[in-house]
């Protein structure tokens, strides 16, 4: 397939998957319900139906749509892009303990019992600390290979954060406080409402626009550093900008939706198959790919049964033979 | 949990079967059967009760509050203040059971018990626990059933075990009549006219018990009908859409901030419940209502839910309700100014 058509493909798909998700769901919306909704929504004109309708579609329904667009492309993006930064195929964009961080700000506000925007906000914050540290001490360490030192630090540091999850749960109330951590954990668009979907947008907007805007000199990331820079490329700067970009929109995500894996990991290799290895082309493709990617899942998790499916469970169930499949397909080259 | 139809017979499990050698006679001594056979003499003079956790400490507290060694977690100041001061300052101990050990057995030990109480579920996984508990500290390991209908049984059991029948039976009468109050009450309800209630549960009101889970024990006991009930489970989360397709005729929520935005929330403003002000918040204190810890704090939430389900069932002041049962099972008398802040879910 043409990378044009590729990035088409892509685009139709996310299309569709939006036209699934707003039409199906637990509470019965009928096409035509839909259709009258939304007209009604955007002229600003009663449309007759109960006031539940529109309560579905535009406080439920579709901001979780909105949310699961939002994550799936910002996560795709941010983990196109750090595997080209890392080189390395198997990365995600977890690698330097933003999960972590966003998931043990989130505990310790459940622990502290703040209401849902303050635990989203202490959640967020989280993320964005530990990346910090992570990249602090990546940068103190200087000497040798730069991008492998962040890797290590981030295993290392990541592995901290999650002990303190650890401690966290032995420390909750097992009645309240335990059950609210684990299904946070476990990831979930479920509460998601139009006062959550600000904040998200706004991060998840910035960093995918980041990791965008600097697409076109991503592909020299492939070169060792000393030949980049010979072409021009300034790698340090690159290389926090990158990190930068990836840490708010994956700090905003699991600040809004627990931890959603796979999704990062698997979506990108998906997009290369479609369009190749070439950054300018890739990237958005990615982005287009994971947000319908997670907005199918995500219907599903709230779909499949009356109660909620947690989306990390159903990321890692869909994302594995999907992954072997890909790897099968690709024999393991990826370049 | 417990309460489930069709599991074994819910004798009060004690070490495995049975335990203790009832018959008339009443100063039999009673004994302790495990699993292994062995009879052990249950002490002559209980004097020190370590509680496995938060379901066993208020059953002890409520039977005799002198016997408890500690608390599972500390309490805080808002509980403490409706409980015995002397009684309610004592230590944080830790959970035996449960989710998660936070005891540690050497320091059970330290605190010399006469026996280890645990109250919940008799399922066997926690009699395998009580056994390997027993067998390492050789404390008896006492295991009673907690299902929320079985209170009065599990009182007398206690009171036998602890030599203090009067207060158990005591306590046991009291459990009984408040759960036949609700039960005839409610019998009289058409299956068709029983509310369809959703439990909001955690802080975004998206947890709830599924059918047969212990934290929605007490919305069976008083008729209504848990819209997440129809599959059996435990604690689960839903999304509000589900719950807008479900349009439970009342909501009873937990959680007080949860509560109070749901009118301002348009999500859960368009539900039938929230507009018709059907949403009600289970008190809190000195423990929940409605769940957490699932003990005998539940048997006043009962009153409370049919109270607010059936507001013409249950004509009975509520806070004079509150007032006796704080009186006989929490050992303090509480104002009328402390129930009414109770009730409204403050403190």
């Not at chain 2, 009468?173 to 408040?178: G, L």
């Given at each position: 397939m043409s990378p044009r058509a590729g990035l088409a493909a892509a685009l139709a798909f996310l299309l569709l998957a939006v036209l699934l998700a707003l039409g199906v769901g637990r509470f019965p919306l009928s096409p035509l319900d839909l259709a009258r909704a939304l007209w009604a929504?955007?002229?600003?004109?009663?449309?007759?139906?109960?006031?539940?309708?529109?309560?579905?579609?535009?406080?439920?329904?579709?901001?979780?749509?909105?949310?699961?667009l939002l994550v799936g492309a910002g996560l795709a993006a941010a983990g196109t892009a750090f595997q080209g930064l890392f080189r390395n195929p198997l990365v995600s964009p977890d690698l330097l303990g933003a999960s972590s961080g966003a998931a043990l700000g989130a505990v310790a506000g459940i622990?502290?019992?703040?209401?849902i925007l303050g635990i989203e906000a202490l959640s967020f914050a989280g993320g964005l600390g530990a990346v910090a540290v992570v990249y602090a001490i990546g940068a103190t360490l200087r000497g040798g290979d730069a991008v492998l030192t962040l890797v290590l630090t981030g295993i290392v540091v990541g592995s901290l954060l999650g002990a303190g999850i650890g401690?966290?749960?032995?420390?909750?109330?097992?009645y309240n406080q335990l059950p609210a951590i684990t299904f946070w954990l476990l990831g979930s668009l479920a509460g998601i409402g139009l006062g959550d979907l600000l904040p998200l947008a706004l991060a998840v907007l910035a960093g995918t626009a980041l990791l965008l805007a600097l697409r076109w000199r991503m592909n020299a990331m492939s070169l060792p550093d000393e030949?980049?820079?010979?072409?021009g490329v300034p790698t340090g700067v690159l290389r926090a900008a990158i990190v930068v970009g990836a840490t708010l929109v994956t700090a905003a995500s699991v600040a809004a939706a627990g931890i959603v894996g796979w999704v990062g990991l698997v979506v990108p290799h998906l997009a290369r198959l479609l369009v190749g290895p070439s950054f300018p082309r890739l990237l958005p493709t990615a982005a287009l790919l994971g947000g319908g990617f997670l907005l199918l899942i995500d219907t599903l998790a709230r779909t499949m049964a009356p109660v909620e499916v947690p989306l990390g469970i159903l990321t890692a169930v869909v994302g594995t033979p999907f992954f072997i499949a890909l790897l099968a397909r690709t024999r393991g080259g990826w370049s | 949990m417990s309460g489930i139809p069709g599991a074994p017979s819910r004798r009060t499990l004690l070490i495995g079967a049975a335990a203790l050698a009832a018959g008339g006679a009443r100063a039999a001594p009673a004994t302790l059967r495990d699993a292994t056979g062995r009879d052990l003499p249950v002490p002559a003079a209980v004097a020190?009760?370590?509680?496995?956790?938060?379901?066993?400490?208020?059953?002890?507290?409520?039977?005799a509050p002198d016997l408890l060694l500690g608390w599972p977690r500390a309490l805080r100041p808002d509980e403490r203040a409706l409980l015995?001061?002397?009684i309610a300052?004592?230590?944080?101990?830790?959970?035996?059971?449960?989710?998660?050990?936070?005891?540690?057995?050497?320091?059970?030990?330290?605190?010399?018990?006469?026996?280890?109480?645990?109250a919940g579920s008799t399922s066997e996984t926690y009699l395998s626990l009580a056994r390997r508990v027993e067998a390492q500290t050789g404390v008896p390991y006492a295991l009673l059933d907690g299902a929320l209908a079985r209170t009065p049984e599990t009182y007398r059991v206690l009171g036998?075990?602890?030599?203090?029948?009067?207060?158990?039976?005591?306590?046991?009468?009291?459990?009984?009549?408040?759960?036949?109050?609700?039960?005839?009450?409610?019998?009289?309800?058409?299956?068709?006219r029983r509310p369809r209630v959703y439990a909001a549960l955690g802080p975004r009101g998206l947890q709830t018990g599924r059918g047969g889970a212990i934290n929605v024990e007490s919305l069976d006991l008083v008729g209504a009908r848990n819209v997440a009930g129809e599959a059996s489970g435990g604690l689960a989360t839903v999304s509000v859409e589900q719950v807008l397709a479900w349009d439970p005729d009342a909501i009873v929520a937990t959680d007080a901030r949860f509560a109070a935005g749901l009118r301002g929330d348009p999500a859960w403003a368009s539900l039938r419940a929230v507009r018709e002000d059907r949403v009600h918040l289970a008190p809190h204190l000195p423990f929940g209502w409605l769940e957490s810890p699932p003990s005998v704090n539940r048997l006043l939430g009962l009153l409370w839910l049919g109270h607010c389900l059936y507001p013409n069932l249950f004509p009975e002041d509520l806070a004079a309700e509150t007032r006796a049962f704080h009186a006989r099972f929490y050992g303090r008398p509480i104002d009328a100014a402390e129930a009414a802040r109770i009730l409204a879910g403050q403190g």
């Open positions: 929504g955007l002229t600003g004109t009663p449309s007759g139906l109960p006031p539940a309708t529109g309560a579905v579609l535009f406080q439920v329904r579709g901001p979780r749509v909105l949310a699961a622990l502290l019992g703040l209401p401690l966290a749960k032995y420390l909750a109330d097992p030949e980049a820079r010979a072409l | 020190r009760v370590f509680p496995a956790g938060p379901p066993a400490a208020i059953l002890l507290y409520t039977l015995l001061p002397e300052a004592r230590p944080e101990i830790g959970r035996l059971t449960g989710r998660g050990n936070t005891a540690n057995l050497e320091s059970v030990l330290a605190l010399a018990p006469d026996l280890i109480l645990d036998r075990l602890l030599r203090r029948e009067a207060a158990g039976e005591d306590r046991a009468a009291a459990a009984q009549q408040i759960l036949d109050r609700v039960a005839t009450r409610v019998a009289t309800v058409p299956a068709e």
